[in-house]
């Protein structure tokens, strides 16, 4: 049966994939609406690949079922394939071949005839600012050109769905951000993406849900805003001119927080349910005993908190600060 | 499209894409061009003083049925290593993710090799005229001989795809080259007449396919050595018919055995 009204681009149960003893998936359920953008949210080995590989039907389930664009990745891998590009880990476009040749192999490939399949190469060459690259072996291409060309290949056959597993890994700070700009246009134009990112930034600035994933494990789900929730609310953050005041600063903190005070070099975090109150009265007290200060304030949890919190592991970020920029 | 013509016009696009990799890395046709002349060269040139052909003549003209026969039992590492780069690349997810049967990615390369196998022959036979090697019999037996190579490509091209889902690098499809497919050529008719080798050597030699491969084609083109002992053991005495049977032995057992071990190793 082939629904293609139901609004679930993605309906995957009790997904279980095992490799030897470990259990790369284990018991994965995920919903994914049409038009929507879903990011896998994970630190390396949480099984997010595997996730992909099972729902773009490149490997089996040991159990659990999936339905991808309406059909079953069991009984109909065919039309699923059909229906999906796939953008995987490391960009696996084929370095010896022309960008051209590339995109327009992919056409043939779709049986939608030589020509078509030609003009349509030259199509997405020019969506992806890559015309001047045309015939350009891909092996001489930059690091971002090979990932929009592997994007572009996904695209031929203008899926439904894509998957896009770790997209922007390996990127310089700007060719991750056109990127972005490129993945945002086709959410534009209704195209459904579930994506796989270590990445924070980039669930957070892409995805409407985030579905965090651990050892196989999903263990969080929601928007990016739900998610900074269940890291806690407020926090007072404290930052001391001199080291020798953190003792006293995080003895003070504690007074007028909720939880136990944090320290890190000069740094004192705690969490905070008074809001500005609290540290109206944080301040006040510290004043009183004349303790020089950096910074005071109070902080939103981030991703990152959250991440934290729940993976108990700090997530991977950027080492640049360009990309927020 | 019917799915007969799909599989068609999907091998022949994969094909295509194979023979632009082998145009666009011509190091990686070593094997297929540069050895095989360097062997001949080596063997008749350093040993040729050396080994005197059964029943007499040129050794040079004796040599040539060998590396042909070598050469192409060797064809079945460029498929191999074909396999192992895309395994290794992740080209292989691109196209498994793609609507097409899984299969035509094998009989894609599969065509692709069999182009490709066409290059060592011609290589071969420029190298072997060259160095004075002639055909002394008929146009058509020759003919023949050229075919019975063409035949026995395509058998050795299942024997690679089979390496490829026994291993997954291209390291270790050129490690069992050495260590297996090496000494198979070796102990055969290929650089000396079987006759010179001991015991349980001779045995082997005789019934290697390489040997008959070997022995047919000096037949074919009337060259030393081709003479056909016809009281003999089948293998010797019956070199084409032998070296036929061993073809379409290897494609009825290799090709179907490949195709299933392959979609096996790939499946994880």
Redesign the interface.
Known sequence: MNDSTTPLAIEAYGLVKR?GPKAALDGVDLDVARGSVCALLGPNGAGKTTAV?VL?????PDAGTARVAGHDIATDP??V??S???A???A?V????TGH?NLA??G????MGRKRALTRADELLAQFSLTDARDK?AKDYSGGMRRRLDLA?TLVATPELLFLDEPTTGLDPRARNDLWDVLESLVDEGVTILLTTQYLEEADRLADDIVVVDHGHVIARGDARSLKRQAGGDHLHVICARREDVEAVAAIVGRFASGRPSTDDRAVTAPAEGGVQAIAQLAQALAEEDIELEDLGLRQPTLDDAFLTLTGAPAESFDDEEVAA | ?SSAQ?FA??TW??A??GI??IR??PEALSDATIQPIIFVLLFSYVFGGAISVPGGGSYKEFLMGGIFAQTIVFGCFGVAMALAYDRT???I????????ARSTFLSGHSVANLIRSIIPIVFMTATGLAIGWRVHSSFLDALAGYGLMFVFSFAVIWIGVMLASLVSTPEAVQGIAFVVIFPITFIASTFVPTSTLPGVLKTIAEWNPTSALANSLRHQFGNPGGAIPHDAIFPLAHPFAYTLIWAVAIVLVCAPLSVVLYQRSI??
């Open positions: 490799y590989r773009t039907t490149l490997t089996e065919l039309e394939r059909r999906i590009g796939l995987a880990q490391d696996t084929d370095g010896l071949l040749e192999m992919i043939e490939l779709h049986h072996l290949a | 499209m799909a016009t999907d696009v994969i295509r894409r632009k990799h666009r890395q690349n992740g080209a997810d691109r196209f498994h993710s793609l609507p097409i499946k994880s």
